[in-house]
């Protein structure tokens, strides 16, 4: 297993574990997040971009995949429009990282460890878009992510990532 962490600092030495935010973690207890390479398609685009992502599962039902998957991509982001530019613009640095002292953390919905961690390679990206589509997924520009949101939750899919809402435009 390879795991990830994306950065837009191009000069990370060592991850340190830092505390976490969420609510339904541990406050006490600093962690390193890292991702896998099929969740990386979510997380090529700038740090605050707010985007809803989701892959092809298991379980998803036939009315469902044609209402989610279009383009015959299995994995699908969505921004919205007014982050196009940005990532355009965008450079990232794909940190890889040493899975030894990682272990899935199943409120966290990711690889973590409580210990620092130094990386075994960085991949510097500077055509995010290019990246994504060779990943195999598709990107949608939106007027507003809510609705798409509203969408993903309320169908058979289960593996989906809505990331940075906050900074997402109001719900219409």
């Known amino acids: 297993m390879r795991l990830f962490h994306v950065s837009e600092d191009p ?13 339904e973690l541990d406050p006490n207890t600093g962690l390193v997040w890292s991702l896998t390479q099929p ?16 892959r092809i599962c298991d379980n ?6 044609t209402k989610f998957f279009t383009s015959g991509a299995h994995h699908v982001v969505a921004i919205e429009n007014a982050w196009h530019q940005r990532q355009l613009d965008a450079t990232l640095y794909i940190y890889e990282l040493d899975p030894a002292n990682f272990y899935f953390d199943e409120t966290a919905g ?3 460890s409580q210990k620092s961690e130094t990386p075994i390679d960085m991949i510097t990206y500077t055509n995010l878009y290019a990246e994504l589509f060779n990943r195999g997924a598709e990107v949608r ?13 309320a169908s058979s899919l289960t593996s989906w990532s809505f990331c940075k809402m906050a900074n ?5």
């Open 110 to 112: 990711f690889y973590v």
């Open 60 to 65: 998803v039902t036939p009315g469902d995949m």
């Open 168 to 172: 997402a435009k109001p719900r219409p």
């Open 39 to 54: 969740a990386l398609p979510n997380w090529l685009f700038p740090r605050d971009c707010p985007r809803v992502g989701y």
């Open 141 to 153: 520009l939106v007027d507003n992510l809510w609705p798409l949101r509203d969408a993903v939750v």
């Open 11 to 23: 000069a990370i030495e060592v991850f340190h574990p830092r505390l976490p935010r969420r609510p």
